[in-house]
């Protein structure tokens, strides 16, 4: 099976390419990250087209197709690319001739029929109930590091708070009297979330008894400090909810992002509205939030088989 080819992309390709992403870049205002992961697939489709002694003005349907297609299929010093990666190059493609149409160097754009690949949505791991009351449990006593790690876990599970966002927290967030804290999400935009009692309980205790054991000279805004005084880093969360997932039993099914599932899961299950849903964990899309709908379905079914006489074989 033939490879994507390595070559070079002509100089008129590489011209092109460097007017688009000044667009991109001047007149859409796209973030860095995704201009130079179109820069890399532009390059990878200019190679293709040199190959192939084709100019991108005059690549048809079938050529970008082609190039799409045998990245899908992969070859034996390449693994197929992720249908999330071709979705991604499929729409940078599109883009790019749009572009050039705008700009008058080609009449007809061929990407206009060019469909993006399905992209298969996996369904995030959530923990029951029982795994969620063994994870809270397992940061025990009241050393300051177990009471820092007993609020954190509490308060990611009770708000559906992302690793950054937890670690970003700093004091003034957070209202215990209320009952509510503000978490910055994605693009710096802030929401508001309801603290539950327990985790109300968990935070006060941190508060009282165990940081100010850990922050005492500096002043530090954070809310979780590291053993130094710092404010905890993603990696230091990390860290400390891999020690406690083991210490529960549930290595192989946690990570941070997977007190967040568990929470929106727990919270359908339990009646919650979908927009309040949505509301609380800051997805600009309510389709984002909805993969929330087939878990907790599953769940019920999960429980329906496990506990109804007549339900098996």
């Known amino acids: 099976m033939a490879t994507v080819p390595r070559l070079a992309p002509s100089r008129a390709f590489q011209g092109h390419v460097l007017d688009f992403l000044a667009y991109l870049e001047l007149e859409r205002g796209l973030s860095r990250n995704t201009l130079d992961a179109y820069r890399s697939d532009l390059a990878q489709y200019g190679a293709f087209l040199e190959e192939r002694g084709i100019e991108a003005p005059d690549a048809e349907h079938a050529d970008i197709a082609g190039f799409l297609a045998q990245l899908a299929a992969g070859s034996p010093d390449r693994p197929p690319v992720a249908p999330a990666t071709l979705q991604r190059k499929t729409a940078c493609l599109r883009s790019f001739y749009r572009h050039l149409r705008r700009e008058e160097v080609l009449i007809a754009d061929p990407t206009a029929d060019l469909r993006a690949p399905r992209r298969t949505r996996r369904l995030p791991q959530v923990l029951s109930r029982d795994e969620m009351a063994r994870l809270l449990a397992a940061p025990a006593g009241d050393l300051p590091a177990?009471?820092?790690?007993?609020?954190?876990?509490?308060?990611?599970?009770?708000?559906?708070?992302?690793?950054?966002?937890?670690?970003?927290?700093?004091?003034?967030?957070?209202?215990?009297?209320?009952?509510?804290?503000?978490?910055?999400?994605?693009?710096?935009?802030?929401?508001?979330?309801?603290?539950?009692?327990?985790?109300?309980?968990?935070?006060?205790?941190?508060?009282?008894?165990?940081?100010?054991?850990?922050?005492?000279?500096?002043?530090?805004?954070?809310?979780?400090?590291?053993?130094?005084?710092?404010?905890?880093t993603r990696q230091g969360l990390y860290k400390i909810v891999r020690r406690h997932a083991t210490a529960a039993g549930l290595a192989d099914q946690m990570s941070p992002h997977t007190l967040r599932h568990t929470f929106a899961t727990h919270l359908l299950a339990g009646g919650c509205d979908l927009r309040a849903l949505?509301?609380?964990?800051?997805?600009?899309?309510?389709?984002?939030?909805?993969?929330?709908?087939?878990?907790?379905?599953?769940?019920?079914?999960?429980?329906?088989?496990?506990?109804?006489p007549r339900a098996g074989a």
């Open 278 to 308: 949505q509301e609380m964990l800051g997805h600009a899309d309510i389709a984002t939030t909805q993969i929330y709908t087939h878990l907790s379905a599953d769940r019920l079914k999960d429980q329906y088989f496990a506990a109804h």
């Open 146 to 232: 177990a009471l820092r790690d007993r609020a954190l876990l509490e308060l990611m599970y009770a708000c559906g708070l992302r690793a950054s966002e937890a670690t970003g927290l700093l004091l003034q967030d957070i209202d215990l009297e209320e009952g509510v804290l503000r978490a910055r999400g994605k693009g710096s935009k802030e929401r508001l979330v309801p603290i539950g009692r327990e985790a109300i309980a968990a935070t006060q205790r941190w508060l009282a008894l165990g940081r100010p054991r850990i922050v005492t000279l500096t002043e530090e805004p954070h809310l979780f400090v590291n053993q130094r005084g710092g404010g905890l």
